[in-house]
């Protein structure tokens, strides 16, 4: 199984004498795209193709990939968006590939996310340097002293937390005078800089690229139809670009992949989770679900047990319509100021203490406190998640688990998309044949017209929540 993730996972790589050359890198200012074809009129469910040709910061043209982009289209007056395939042909050349889903106006945006050079760093530092996060564990005893220790592979004296369960495994450096099992608090304090001067050059925000025509035209398509019948023409976009989830339009998302209610009353949402039990369980992404739905669904009233917010576990009854939320972070590594150990719980552990049944509904996301570990420390919690799952499913078919895929962020070389990317495609191989729903947010956010956010913004947590609806209440 991990060769076979090793080869999905593969990227080109740069040739080594250009890896740390800052100006043989590519550039988004040099790079350009160009529609091919020539025209500018679509009809709905056409696909848009363009051609990217990569240039570095002399503005010659690259001879080799693995430059990391992204297209998408979208338009500000309609808020549309729709997201694209990127092609690479190992030449310095590309190919773009977006489906149009809506009748008017549309604006191309093909981004440079990392250069080539820059995925090499990312890449080698993700799995050369193991202690580039600063995790710091607290110990306390009654009648002592506290201490505070690193978290440190490789130091002489550590103490080693394994859980039974799962055998995932956790260390810090021992302290001086404390035993091991005195840790009570975990905080991350940062992050430690890898980079060298150069390096550092490689990492700026994802830039937008220019746009060339032969004829001088400006880059806005406009799509010509005669909107009748959008069955159909829901129908042709299908079968355009079948690996599409969905676009957006009037900021309602589209979904492709199911036929999704539209839930336009607060007082729908309650009647879909009549007598459910919703558990909600990684990181603080899936947390705004949690959020979200407690604001939004009449008659929801949070329960304050004094946990802590960012960890949980958090609470939220309808007493009326016997509906229960929860939301409880993963398990250790966890980047947070301070919190108790306590209050980690492993999700698979969390997964095996449920009942399950038809009216329960299980949400995971885990991905975003893991893209600063080596991918195979992720496939190894994630082969933990998948067991409890197999196992939940034997016991209580009738349970709906929804993995909720990574969504776009950041662009560091600690939590870059392209990690992010690489931990979401480990995740929906090894979820793959499972009776469970991956709810595609990596695409929701990337076709949104709104910039990149780890946390994304509630008009896309709120379809997000349609979508999970749609599944709970087909």
């Not at 310095?92 to 489906?99: H, I, N």
């Not at 809506?102 to 080698?124: C, F, M, Q, T, Y």
């Amino acid at each position: 199984e991990m060769d076979d993730l090793q080869q999905l996972l593969r990227w080109p790589s740069p040739p080594a004498m250009s890896s740390f050359n800052f100006e043989s890198s590519t550039s988004p200012v040099a790079t350009s795209y160009r529609l091919l074809g020539g025209t500018r009129n679509f009809t709905v469910g056409d696909t848009l193709h363009l051609t990217v040709q990569a240039r570095d910061h002399h503005g010659r043209d690259k001879r080799y990939g693995g430059d990391y982009f992204r297209i998408k289209v979208y338009s500000e007056k309609l808020r549309a968006g729709a997201f694209g395939s990127v092609l690479d042909h190992d030449n310095g050349s590309y190919t773009a590939s977006v489906v149009l889903p809506w009748p008017g106006e549309a604006l191309v945006d093909v981004k440079l996310v990392h250069s080539s050079e820059a995925v090499n760093i990312i890449s080698r530092l993700r799995d050369s340097v193991p202690n580039k996060i600063f995790f710091t564990g607290y110990f306390e005893k009654e009648g002592a002293t506290g201490e505070a220790t690193e978290w440190q592979r490789g130091a002489s004296k550590m103490c080693e937390y394994r859980d039974k369960a799962t055998g995932h495994m956790w260390f810090c450096k021992k302290p001086r005078t404390l035993p091991c099992d005195s840790l009570r608090f975990h905080s991350n304090r940062g992050f430690s800089n890898i980079l060298t001067k150069e390096e550092e050059r490689f990492f700026r925000n994802g830039n937008p690229l220019i746009c060339y025509s032969r004829a001088g035209n400006e880059c806005n398509m406009t799509i010509i139809v005669v909107r009748k019948y959008i069955y159909i023409e829901l129908q042709l976009i299908r079968h355009s670009m079948p690996s599409l989830s969905g676009f957006y339009l009037n900021d309602e998302w589209v979904s492709l992949s199911c036929r999704a209610r539209p839930f336009r009353a607060p007082q729908d949402l309650a009647t879909c989770l009549r007598g459910k039990r919703i558990y909600m369980y990684g990181d603080s992404t899936i947390r705004q679900w949690f959020l979200h739905l407690t604001a939004h669904v009449p008659d929801m009233q949070f329960i304050d047990i004094n946990a802590p917010t960012v960890l949980g576990p958090l609470m939220s009854v309808s007493v009326a319509a016997k509906t229960f939320l929860l939301f409880r972070s993963q398990g250790l590594p966890f980047l947070t100021q301070h919190g108790p150990v306590a209050a980690l719980h492993y999700v698979a552990n969390e997964i095996d203490g449920l009942t399950g049944g038809k009216d329960t509904v299980v949400g995971i996301s885990v991905w975003a406190h893991l893209t600063g570990f080596p991918v195979s420390f992720y496939v190894t919690r994630m082969r933990g998640i998948r067991a409890a799952v197999i196992r939940l499913l034997k016991r209580a078919p009738g349970t709906l688990v929804v993995f909720k895929s990574a969504n776009t962020s950041y662009h560091s070389v600690y939590q870059s998309d392209w990690l992010s990317l690489q931990l979401d495609l480990v995740m929906r191989r090894l979820m793959a044949g499972l009776p469970v729903v991956i709810l595609d947010a990596w695409e929701m956010t990337a076709a949104h017209r709104l910039p990149d956010n780890m946390h994304p913004e509630p008009i896309i947590i709120h379809n997000e929540i349609k979508l999970l609806l749609a599944y709970v209440c087909p």
